[in-house]
């Protein structure tokens, strides 16, 4: 294993840590694009060195969830298959979050639920109405460019 770098990586909690809401399973892209930027301005490369870094970043449910899957294992002796690399366990972390797979990013519910929720409510300022556009448009706009 290679040397370890949590003193150059932020801690946990410090302004330039990255950090995931469980409630918000759509920034759960951006959380791994985040620690993708430090482990490369850090130099860190080890695989379980990048998981371990990976959990440390998360609160304490999220992160027991994250240690039970199977691919955070680094090697079982009684198979014969490799050791899990950081990209097999993030993939199977970002599968445990519906709406965290940018190939799934939005639905026509999504939509359905924007414009549901403007016509029960009176929008009554232009900005109100900006609100409205700008997440109708961000759906919209991805729903159509992904056919």
Same mark, same amino acid.
């Given at each position: 294993?290679? %040397? #370890?770098?949590?003193? @150059?990586? &932020? $801690?946990?909690?410090?302004?330039?840590?990255?950090?995931?809401?469980?409630?918000?399973?759509?920034?759960?892209?951006?959380?791994?694009?985040?620690?993708?930027?430090?482990?490369?301005?850090?130099?860190?490369?080890?695989?379980?060195?990048?998981?371990?870094?990976?959990?440390?970043?998360?609160?304490?449910?999220?992160?027991?969830?994250?240690?039970?899957?199977?691919?955070? %294992? #680094?090697?079982?002796? @009684?198979? &014969? $298959?490799?050791?899990?690399?950081?990209?097999?366990?993030?993939?199977?972390?970002?599968?445990?979050?519906?709406?965290?797979?940018?190939?799934?990013?939005?639905?026509?519910?999504?939509?359905?639920?924007?414009?549901?929720?403007?016509?029960?409510?009176?929008?009554?300022?232009?900005?109100?109405?900006?609100?409205?556009?700008?997440?109708?448009?961000?759906?919209?706009?991805?729903?159509?460019?992904?056919?």
């Amino acid at each position: 294993m290679a %040397q #370890p770098h949590y003193n @150059s990586m &932020p $801690a946990r909690g410090h302004g330039t840590a990255p950090s995931f809401n469980p409630s918000e399973p759509r920034e759960l892209p951006r959380y791994f694009t985040e620690l993708k930027f430090l482990f490369a301005s850090s130099g860190v490369t080890d695989n379980a060195e990048k998981k371990a870094l990976g959990i440390c970043y998360v609160d304490y449910n999220t992160s027991e969830q994250w240690l039970l899957i199977s691919e955070y %294992q #680094p090697y079982d002796d @009684s198979q &014969p $298959a490799l050791p899990y690399s950081y990209d097999n366990w993030k993939r199977a972390v970002i599968s445990l979050y519906l709406g965290a797979d940018t190939a799934t990013k939005y639905s026509m519910a999504d939509l359905d639920r924007i414009m549901g929720k403007a016509a029960r409510t009176n929008i009554k300022t232009i900005g109100q109405f900006a609100d409205y556009y700008r997440k109708f448009y961000q759906v919209s706009k991805w729903l159509t460019d992904s056919g």
